[in-house]
């Protein structure tokens, strides 16, 4: 079965705790995404990969740091420096680096913190 | 100023009913795309449509169609016969030439259909 797969699926952070949410795709896919969506509001980009071991700011990355090693993997940090990070976090990916490629989501992960 | 305008914030619909999500888009390209997605109460995204700026046609899928002017800047979609698993909210999106890949999303328009 071919998707992208997001855990886990709820994570509790403490004040002052880096977490770390996982996002893997095995639809050979180049390009990567992570969003942000808070309550009754749309999506915002994060951090985007269009390439292994390259990526770029999207446009609320700060407290967020990500990595691209593996081709299918796309982990997303969020720091101590990230005041305010309960939200629900939706991972993408796209086909290739090129334009317009469609985008297709996990299922999520809920941050909340204690 | 809003790249992307979902005025309706909510619409609550009786079970067969039609129901048309309205998307005001802005952009300076001549090239770009739109997408919608449905994101269902389990909260993934899923795509139902993606329309490039030079394909006016209007499209038809099942209950689903899309009406795309771009004399308006508009990017409507409409459900026909609604029924209570079309409840969810819908995201439009654009796609900019000068943005890459990158998608900018509207606020949504949740949907609610009553039995």
């Known amino acids: 079965d071919g998707g992208i797969t997001q855990s886990p699926k709820y994570l509790f952070r403490k004040e002052g705790q880096n977490v770390t949410l996982s996002c893997e795709q095995n639809?050979?896919?180049?390009?990567m995404y992570w969003y942000r969506q808070d309550p009754g509001q749309g999506l915002r980009l994060i951090y985007y990969?269009?390439?292994?071991?390259?990526?770029q700011k999207g446009d609320i990355a700060e407290g967020y740091s990500v990595s691209r090693e593996k081709k299918e993997s796309f982990p997303l940090t969020v720091t101590s420096a990230q005041k305010n990070p309960t939200a629900f976090y939706l991972c993408?990916?796209?086909?290739?680096?090129?334009?317009?490629?469609?985008?297709?989501f996990g299922p999520g992960t809920r941050l909340l913190v204690l | 100023a809003q790249k992307v305008t979902q005025a309706q914030t909510e619409i609550s619909v009786v079970e067969k009913e039609d129901v048309t999500l309205d998307c005001v888009y802005e952009?300076?390209?001549?090239?770009?795309?739109l997408f919608w997605y449905k994101q269902p109460p389990s909260g993934e995204l899923v795509f139902l449509i993606r329309?490039?700026?030079?394909?006016?046609q209007n499209e038809i899928s099942g209950r689903y169609s899309w009406n795309f002017q771009k004399s308006t800047s508009s990017f409507n979609f409409t459900i026909t016969a609604s029924q209570v698993v079309d409840s969810a909210v819908y995201f439009c999106?654009?796609?900019?030439?000068?943005?890459?890949?990158?998608?900018?999303f509207g606020g949504g328009t949740r949907v609610l259909v009553k039995p």
């Open positions: 993408a990916s796209s086909n290739s680096r090129g334009m317009f490629e469609t985008q297709y």
């Open positions: 639809l050979n896919h180049d390009a």
């Open positions: 990969s269009q390439i292994v071991n390259d990526f």
């Open positions: 952009t300076r390209d001549t090239t770009y795309y």
């Open positions: 329309r490039n700026s030079f394909d006016e």
């Open positions: 999106a654009l796609s900019e030439q000068a943005a890459g890949n990158k998608l900018t």
